[in-house]
C-alpha cells in the first residue's frame, strides 16, 4: 500500500494515503502506548493526523473546540488519559489532574465532535466496574468504581452518554491491562510483562498477586479491532475489547517465564500483602458480546516477546 508515515517540525505526524484518503481522521495520545499503534493501524487507507500533548492540552476547552474545528475530521481517536491508579488515590492534586483529562477531555471532545459531525471513539476501563460479579461484565452492565481512577473514568463515559441523545455518533471501548510497545514520551510507564521480564532477569523469586482476575489486552491488537468497529460499520455504542483468556497476575507471570525461559520462581500472594493506595477490584473481567473475540493473550504475549520493535 502507498502509505507514508511523515513528521514535519512541529512533531505533528501526518499520514496519508495516496491512493485511498477515505476517512480524515484525527488520533489524540498519538505518542501513547495505545495511541502508537492506532496511528499505525488506521494509517491504511486514510489521512491521519496525530496529536500529543506537545500538539494539544485536551484540558483546555477553547484549544479543543477551535483546533478541532479547523482540522475538521469525520473520526477523532482519543487515547489520551491519566493512567496512575495509585497516584491520584492519596493525592487530591493528582486527583484533579485525573478528573481534568478523564472527564473534561473527552467531554470538550464529545462536545466538538457533535458540532462538527464527527464520530468519537474513547477508551474506557474494567476499573469502572467493583469486580463482586464473579462471571465478568457485559457492556449493559451498570458500573460502580471502587477507586477514584474508576470513578473518573465512569464520569468521562458518562459526558459522552449525555451527548448521545442530541446526536453524537460514539464508540465507547472498555479495555483492560494494556501492553505492548512503550508509549514515546518520557513519562510512559513499562507494562506488566516488562517489569516482571526485568524481576524475572534479576531475582530468584518473585511475589505476584493471585487473588484479582481480568484480561490482558495486547495494544495492536485492540488497535485492529477498533478499526475493525469503525470499517465493519457496527453499530454505535459501548464495547468490551481485551485478549481472550481471563487470569490473574501470577497466572500471566507463569505464561510469561514459561514463554520466555526465565527459571525464576514465580510465588502466588494475596493483593493485600502489596502495599497500594487504591482498591483493585477482585474479578473485572470484560465480557465481549458484540465484536468477533480477539485472540488469547498467551498467542499475543508471544508475539510481543519475539517481536523485533524494542519493547
Ligand atoms: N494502560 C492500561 O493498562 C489501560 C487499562 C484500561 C484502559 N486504558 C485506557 O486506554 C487508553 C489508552 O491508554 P494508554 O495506556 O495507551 O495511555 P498512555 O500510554 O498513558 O498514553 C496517553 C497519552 O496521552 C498523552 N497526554 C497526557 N496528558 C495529555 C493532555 N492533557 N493532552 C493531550 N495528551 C495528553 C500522554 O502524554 P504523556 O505521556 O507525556 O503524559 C500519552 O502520550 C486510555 O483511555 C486508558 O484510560 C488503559
Excluded at 502509505?3 to 512533531?11: F, Q, T, V, Y
Excluded at 505518542?31 to 496529536?51: D, I, T
Excluded at 467493583?130 to 468521562?156: A, C, L, M, Q, W
Aim: glycine share 8%; hydrophobic share 35%.
Amino acid at each position: 500500500m502507498d502509505s507514508r508515515l511523515r513528521g514535519n517540525d512541529s512533531g505533528v505526524v501526518v499520514v496519508r494515503n495516496d491512493n485511498h484518503g477515505n476517512m480524515k481522521i484525527l488520533i489524540l495520545g498519538a505518542k501513547g502506548s495505545l495511541g502508537r499503534q492506532l496511528m499505525k493501524v488506521f494509517a491504511e487507507g486514510n489521512e491521519v493526523l496525530g496529536w500529543d500533548r506537545g500538539e494539544i492540552d485536551i484540558t483546555d476547552r477553547e484549544l479543543i473546540l477551535r483546533k478541532v474545528e479547523e482540522v475538521k475530521p469525520e473520526l477523532v481517536i482519543n487515547a489520551a488519559a491519566y493512567n496512575a491508579v495509585d497516584k491520584c488515590e492519596d493525592n487530591d492534586e493528582e486527583y484533579e489532574l485525573a478528573k481534568k483529562l478523564n472527564i473534561d477531555g473527552p467531554k470538550f471532545l464529545a462536545e466538538i465532535c457533535l458540532k462538527i459531525g464527527a464520530t468519537l471513539i474513547h477508551y474506557s476501563t474494567n476499573y469502572v466496574f467493583n469486580g463482586e460479579k464473579d462471571s465478568g461484565y457485559v457492556e449493559t452492565d451498570e458500573p460502580k468504581p471502587i477507586n477514584r481512577y474508576g470513578k473518573s473514568k465512569f464520569h468521562g463515559e458518562k459526558r459522552i452518554l449525555e451527548l448521545s441523545g442530541q446526536g453524537l455518533k460514539w464508540y465507547l471501548v472498555r479495555t483492560s491491562k494494556l501492553f505492548g510497545p512503550r508509549g514515546q514520551s518520557e513519562m510512559a510507564k513499562a507494562n506488566f510483562f516488562d517489569i516482571m521480564l526485568e524481576q524475572g532477569k534479576n531475582k530468584a523469586s518473585v511475589e505476584v498477586v493471585d487473588d484479582e482476575a481480568s484480561c490482558f489486552t495486547y495494544t495492536p491488537d485492540l488497535a485492529k479491532a477498533t478499526r475493525e468497529l469503525v470499517d465493519g460499520g457496527y453499530g454505535y455504542g459501548i464495547y468490551h475489547l481485551t485478549n481472550s483468556g481471563a487470569c490473574t497476575w501470577y497466572e500471566a507471570a507463569v505464561e510469561l517465564f514459561k514463554l520466555a525461559k526465565i527459571e525464576t520462581e514465580v510465588k502466588p500472594i494475596a493483593g493485600d500483602k502489596l502495599v497500594r493506595p487504591a482498591k483493585r477490584p477482585k474479578y473485572a473481567v470484560l465480557l465481549n458480546t458484540k465484536l468477533p473475540p480477539l485472540r488469547n493473550y498467551q498467542e499475543a504475549l508471544k508475539e510481543y516477546l519475539y517481536s523485533k520493535e524494542p519493547k
